[in-house]
């Protein structure tokens, strides 16, 4: 969704397995035949070294890495280095920005098997096309929406944040763009382009007695959670599960009928990739079932695109029960917003907060 989404959870995610990798340096812009130069994260899921090792002893692909620590960071080191990377997992909400560039190279998905069975929804993301040509796998998703505490009356609706009956027990996400799209779903809208703004402040407005907590770090949000300050929160798929299967907490993460605020990362080869036909090869191994099971069981990971590899994990598994396919037809992406746009929403959410703040 937002990048201090995705640094939050990579850094649960991987935090103990990452201290073994080193970051590289700007790589060669000559490689070999065999090897591929991956641009991503630090520790989000493409260099687990146990998934490298099986990949290069499947394929005699090696796999290296350079990371990006912003989204802004990672478009500027593809302009900038022409020829030096094979793959580059980027957001959807980026992904339209790079192929506008000419950034990106359309995907030849019959060198990706296991695409064919990719949720259709992630597919048709109009952010990972352009002109009938896909120029990104998607890789992997998650939502903000509701979180209550167990035993209390679940929700239908994001209405309930200004429920009377959550006095005071409401803790609310401080990120500019997933509340105003909160708000645009309160109000009937678009969540990439609301045309009433004045629509979208009045229903965020309108939480304000309810409101105990804004949060901006899942270790924020599960102290505070466990002290039983607030009993209802927006709040992040995959923190849901965190806090239920790694702190204990009594959490139950909710979609309402308006649907969450998705957010969806996709697999890209830029233009200039020495290696393609290495990289689609990468991609294929990503969103195989048998390296999600293994990276989502045993490590932690966001939701897969390929409905199959969900499918695969145990029926009890909390990411498998908290992120159900049937959510992609009512989920909201977020798309690459106009920096005019954004700066609309940002003054948005700093309104409403000085107002919560009266």
Known sequence: MTELTRRNTMKLMSAALIAGVSISTLPRKAFSAGSITVLNWQGYGTDEAWSLKAFTEKTGIKVVHDY??????????????????????????RCAQAVAEDLLQPIDFSKVPNASTVDETLRANPNFSKDGKGYAVPWVWGMTSLA???????????????DPAYKGRVAMDDDAIINV?????????????????????????????????????????NKSFAAKEFDLSLFWSGGSVRSKRVSKLPVQFVVPKEGGVGWVDGLGVPTSAPNPEGALAFVNWMIDPTFYVEWATKIGAPASSNSAALSALPADDLTRLVHKTEYLKTTSFVSGIPDDRREAFNNIWQEVKAFYAE
């Open 68 to 93: 990006y620590s912003s989204e802004s960071e990672m478009l500027t080191k593809m302009r900038t280095n022409p020829g030096a990377y094979d793959l580059v997992i980027l957001n959807a909400a």
């Open 148 to 162: 209550i505490r167990e035993g209390m009356t679940v929700p239908d609706s994001y209405a309930v944040l200004a």
């Open 181 to 221: 799209g909160v708000g645009a779903l309160m109000s009937g809208q678009d969540i990439n382009d609301p045309k009433d703004l004045a629509a979208v402040t009045a229903a965020l407005k309108s939480i304000k007695p309810n409101v105990k907590l804004l949060w901006s770090t899942e270790d924020q949000w």
